[in-house]
């Protein structure tokens, strides 16, 4: 099964997303991500705070099995808590595993979803008590402009990935005589 994900490599978004998450100040949250997942052909690309995280999960082909992508592509939650996250097998537990060595724990995934892709935004810890509907409570203002500051940073890149993934499922008819 080829891999249908790959990390945005765009060096002024790089730049941006990092920059904006030295300025980002939420207690308990230190891991940060933000994709695109295209529902239909499974495809995605994100940035994630951790780059060690971000090549393990490359290198090891991880974006076909991961239970986070899988629990944005499968259901129409818009929250989803990192702790509700069925791993449904041992590979998908295996992920979990790994992601909690690289110290994101637990936190929430945000799915802002379009009419064709879904934006990706998880705010995680290595807090072990993180109580997800006290943050909810707690910094939803600050959640709500997080979100649409991160959708902006990967907007270009947004473009960039869309038209390959929409343009060839059109059904363009050319007339020849």
């Known amino acids: 099964m080829h891999n249908n994900y790959l990390p945005i490599i765009t060096e002024s978004t790089i730049k941006i997303f990092h920059n904006y998450l030295k300025m980002m100040n939420i207690p308990d949250i230190d891991y940060c991500a933000i994709g695109i997942q295209h529902p239909i052909s499974?495809?995605?690309i994100s940035i994630m705070s951790l780059p060690e995280w971000q090549s393990h999960f490359v290198y090891n082909n991880y974006a076909n099995f991961d239970p986070i992508r899988k629990s944005v592509l499968y259901s129409q939650r818009t929250i989803i808590p990192i702790s509700e996250i069925d791993h449904v097998d041992n590979f998908g537990r295996e992920i979990m595993l790994q992601r909690k060595k690289m110290g994101i724990i637990d936190?929430?995934?945000?799915?802002?979803?379009?009419?064709?892709?879904?934006?990706m935004i998880t705010l995680a810890t290595g807090y072990k008590k993180?109580?997800?509907l006290d943050f909810l409570i707690k910094y939803n203002n600050c959640i709500k402009l997080i979100k649409r500051d991160l959708i902006e940073i990967i907007n270009a890149d947004a473009q960039e990935f869309l038209p390959s993934l929409i343009l060839p499922t059109l059904n363009l008819s050319v007339c020849t005589k």
Do not use: P, Q, T
């Open 130 to 132: 993180f109580n997800y």
């Open 42 to 44: 499974a495809k995605s």
């Open 107 to 119: 936190g929430l995934i945000f799915v802002e979803r379009e009419e064709k892709y879904n934006y």
